[in-house]
């Protein structure tokens, strides 16, 4: 994982890039190399908290390498990433809360992070060492997503997340594929302990002055 900054916007922004290579395999919400397919690195922008641009794919490209990846938006500082490990799974969360929500809100419901959008956003990068199914893949961003609620909900934050969350969950693209990445799969289950461990200790670390 690499940091560097750059400015934009008046402000010194950072991005986190991860470098993998050829031989890997994704599944991503991202906006750029979302869904799944093979990738070589994943990309994690910060960008200013009241983000308006609506190029979003484009300006990835513009900080990311050469080749096919994920790249993901951000307004947390993401010099404060969190990494986590357990049983050869690694975990990394940039966190940021400035509009907690929850993921079932009653119709018409105003979310002040969508308009302009404001990328408070909890994104989350996983790798595991194995070859995963499709379907466990699948699996894998449901167990990933349910860690972090779990995390948030125990830091004490009244929410499931934020409404532009974002997960990438990186594996090789050969040898043998595990079936199952459910919690209590043997990869699931080291995955959800790293991902609950980075992400809480991101929300516990959290201040509003992050969005200054």
């Known amino acids: 994982m690499k940091l560097t900054y750059r400015v934009e916007d008046g402000a010194r922004l950072g991005a986190l890039l991860w470098e993998f290579g050829p ?10 190399g979302g869904g799944i397919g093979p990738r070589e ?3 994690n922008a910060q960008v200013v ?6 190029d979003p794919v484009d300006h990835l490209l ?5 080749g096919a990846g994920v790249g993901m938006l951000t307004a947390a500082s993401v010099d404060r990433c969190v990494q986590a490990s357990d049983g050869g799974v690694e975990a990394y969360a940039t966190v940021g809360l ?8 009653p119709e018409g419901s105003a979310d002040p992070e969508l308009a302009p959008m404001r990328v408070g956003t909890i994104n989350i990068v996983t790798v595991l060492p194995v070859a995963m199914t499709d379907a466990a ?10 860690a972090k609620s779990q995390a948030l909900i125990e830091a004490g934050f009244p929410c499931t ?11 090789p ?6 079936l199952f990445g459910g919690p209590r799969s043997e990869w699931g289950a080291r995955a959800a302990r790293a991902v609950h461990a980075a992400v809480r200790q991101g929300a516990e670390a959290w201040r509003p002055h992050d969005f200054k």
């Open 23 to 32: 031989g890997w395999r994704m599944i991503s919400s991202a906006l750029l």
């Open 41 to 43: 690195w994943v990309l």
């Open 49 to 54: 908290a009241g983000y308006s641009r609506m």
């Open 62 to 66: 513009s900080l990311g390498p050469e």
């Open 98 to 105: 400035r509009v907690p929500t929850w993921a079932a809100a």
């Open 137 to 146: 893949l699948v699996n894998a961003v449901m167990t990933v997503t349910e």
């Open 161 to 171: 997340g934020t409404a532009s969350d974002a997960v990438c969950v990186a594996v």
């Open 173 to 178: 693209a050969h040898g043998p594929e595990e």
